[in-house]
């Protein structure tokens, strides 16, 4: 009696619904950030290879 008093506490408690609706929400966060930084990484490394071209370039390495 004891041990089915104990899951059903168990299966009423909604802490764990809680934590596990956090750790969705940082999740998602997480995945927004690493998009975001992707595109910030793509424009950068487009960005220092123009640069490197025209340096090249001026220096008349064509």
């Given at each position: 009696?004891?041990?089915?008093?104990?899951?059903?506490?168990?299966?009423?408690?909604?802490?764990?619904?809680?934590?596990?609706?956090?750790?969705?929400?940082?999740?998602?966060?997480?995945?927004?950030?690493?998009?975001?930084?992707?595109?910030?990484?793509?424009?950068?490394?487009?960005?220092?290879n123009d640069?490197?071209?025209?340096?090249?370039?001026?220096?008349?390495?064509?």
């Amino acid at each position: 009696m004891a041990r089915l008093r104990r899951l059903s506490n168990i299966l009423r408690d909604v802490r764990g619904a809680s934590t596990v609706e956090y750790g969705i929400i940082l999740a998602m966060i997480v995945l927004v950030m690493f998009v975001a930084l992707q595109g910030v990484a793509d424009e950068t490394v487009g960005m220092w290879n123009d640069v490197s071209t025209k340096s090249s370039n001026a220096i008349g390495g064509q």
